[in-house]
């Protein structure tokens, strides 16, 4: 499976903000090898770490998501995109560092 994507059934609050993830990313012109090497150079340049446990990653988020939700809820412009773009690379930046740790912690 290509690197963000992730499997969530359609009637999940989170199919829609993993769909606009995916066309995010997809809207950036690069290809997959491409936007991890972006993300690997933008953990390593902003010293992004994993601290913390997943509630309060998932509280982050949350507020990442109110602040990014468009106020008609409809389709965004090419504004919106340049804005969020930058939130949803950290964001993603942030995943699989967590993500690492968890693994890690699960096969101690």
Same mark, same amino acid.
């Given at each position: 499976?290509?690197?963000?994507?992730? @499997?969530? *059934? +359609? #009637?999940?609050?989170?199919?829609? /903000?993993?769909? =606009? /993830?995916? @066309?995010?990313? +997809?809207? #950036?012109?690069? =290809?997959? &090898?491409?936007?991890?090497?972006? %993300?690997?150079?933008? @953990?390593?340049? $902003?010293? %992004? #770490? /994993?601290?913390? &446990?997943?509630?309060? $990653? +998932?509280?982050?988020?949350?507020?990442?998501?109110?602040?990014? $939700?468009?106020? &008609?809820? =409809?389709?965004?412009?090419?504004?919106?995109?340049?804005?969020? @773009?930058?939130?949803?690379?950290?964001?993603?930046?942030? +995943?699989?560092?967590?993500?690492?740790? %968890?693994? =890690?912690? *699960?096969?101690?």
């Amino acid at each position: 499976m290509p690197f963000g994507y992730c @499997i969530v *059934s +359609a #009637t999940h609050p989170a199919s829609r /903000a993993v769909f =606009n /993830a995916v @066309i995010s990313i +997809a809207h #950036t012109g690069m =290809n997959q &090898n491409q936007y991890v090497a972006h %993300l690997e150079q933008l @953990i390593a340049q $902003w010293h %992004l #770490t /994993a601290s913390g &446990n997943p509630e309060d $990653w +998932a509280n982050e988020l949350h507020k990442y998501a109110q602040a990014a $939700w468009p106020d &008609n809820g =409809n389709d965004v412009e090419e504004d919106y995109y340049d804005a969020q @773009i930058k939130v949803v690379d950290v964001r993603l930046a942030l +995943a699989g560092l967590r993500l690492a740790v %968890l693994l =890690n912690e *699960s096969g101690r």
